[in-house]
């Protein structure tokens, strides 16, 4: 039954991909939401038995692993470069945001006597300055109850599909009217692969099945996994294999690995990256179960909710006063609320802009390396302020 479910797992994103190419509707919808929904009514309806979550962790934690390094094998440095000021502006105004909405909402949930909300206000700032690799480490650093971080992470996977839905669906268009259009690429500074750059971004995969194309994808993985190995023995060696550092790792190596003309010239790379990332899409929302957030508090639902769309709204409100452009906010609010690994899907709303992939992966690993503490700190400090009154 396992071998099955990972098939499924596996195979599902080229079956939406066929649909994405034969039906217009499908096309407008997009590969990444249908792999969404599929994942969500998968969970939620009993395809996918519950004794499958292992395989469905495995799976989707491969994936990503594989995925990150590969689709950043293609990037040109020199475009991040050009933006990398105001995409490190942004990240920090949409830390600055999300640690405002968890302090705002400390205060309402310790005045409505609502149980340790400093252990809430410290996992809404590790998991969405970075993502779920923080959210666990703080889990273990606070004691959190078990059931209580179940439930929190519950909520997160729901209304983070939510957002995630928004963000690849109408915020590009409210961002471009609110905020500054993202500067386009000079010609010289442009991003550039060597073979397939024309059809990088498109949604027709059936090159990776030709000849050329599986030995092209094969090398692509090959590489992938050498940097997954080292990465994680780094992480073994550093930290005892703590996710946060390897998944900065992945993505760092990913990076410096485009450096190699050789590597970069696997244009192949993305698209495959890209599928990855379609099978961990659909894995991991997959996952998220309606039955356990029933009989569960209603306050964590409120406390997530307002700590995600509140968090993006004021962020929002401090890049127009500070004048961040449309690209850079949502790339960057991408990757701190919902972590570097679906900066790829939102990069591909904006066009296939990979000047602002780069940023929003390289910001994102900033909220890796910095979400954790910073979660951790602030809820030590609210704890320390005492019991609700």
């Not at 495995?58 to 000021?85: C, H, K, N, Q």
């Not at 409505?112 to 700032?125: F, I, M, S």
């Not at 003309?261 to 961990?280: D, E, H, N, Q, T």
């Not at 179960?289 to 307002?306: C, E, H, I, N, P």
């Amino acid at each position: 039954m396992n071998a099955v479910v990972a098939l499924v797992l596996l195979a599902l994103p080229a079956f939406m991909l066929g649909l994405v190419h034969r039906q217009r509707w499908a096309a407008r919808v997009g590969t990444i939401v249908l792999c969404y929904v599929a994942g969500l009514l998968a969970g939620n309806l009993g395809l996918i038995p519950e004794s499958a979550l292992p395989v469905q962790k495995a799976v989707s934690e491969a994936a990503i692993a594989l995925a990150l390094p590969m689709i950043l094998f293609t990037v040109d440095l020199r475009a991040w470069r050009r933006i990398a000021g105001r995409a490190l502006l942004s990240m920090a105004l949409a830390v600055a945001a999300v640690l405002l909405v968890a302090l705002a909402l400390f205060a309402v949930f310790r005045a409505l006597g609502v149980e340790a909300p400093h252990e809430l206000a410290g996992l809404a700032v590790g998991v969405y300055t970075g993502g779920t690799p923080n959210l666990a480490a703080i889990k273990t650093a606070l004691d959190v109850d078990e059931t209580r971080y179940l439930v929190f992470n519950a909520f997160d996977t729901a209304v983070g599909a939510a957002y995630l839905l928004f963000m690849v669906g109408v915020a590009p268009r409210f961002a471009r009217r609110w905020l500054p259009a993202t500067p386009a690429a000079q010609a010289d500074a442009a991003p550039t692969v060597d073979a397939g750059a024309a059809s990088m971004h498109d949604e027709d995969y059936r090159d990776l099945l030709t000849r050329r194309g599986l030995a092209g994808a094969a090398a692509s993985v090959a590489v992938a996994a050498v940097v997954v190995g080292v990465s994680v023995g780094i992480g073994r060696l550093v930290a005892g294999g703590a996710p946060a550092l390897v998944i900065a790792l992945l993505a760092t190596l990913g990076l410096a690995a485009s450096l190699v003309p050789r590597v970069r010239a696997l244009a192949l790379s993305y698209k495959v990256g890209m599928y990855l990332i379609y099978v961990f899409s659909f894995a991991v929302a997959s996952m998220a179960r309606a039955d356990a957030m029933q009989g569960s508090d209603a306050m964590l639902l409120v406390f997530v909710t307002v700590a995600v769309f509140g968090s993006l709204a004021l962020h929002a409100l401090l890049a127009r006063l500070a004048g961040i452009d449309a690209g850079s906010f949502l790339v960057t609010s991408m990757s701190a609320i919902c972590s570097p690994a679906f900066v790829p899907l939102l990069a591909r709303a904006l066009g296939g802009n990979r000047a602002l992939l780069a940023s929003g992966m390289a910001t994102g690993i900033v909220g890796y390396a910095i979400g954790t503490q910073l979660g951790i700190a602030l809820a030590l400090a609210l704890q320390a302020m005492g019991s609700p009154p």
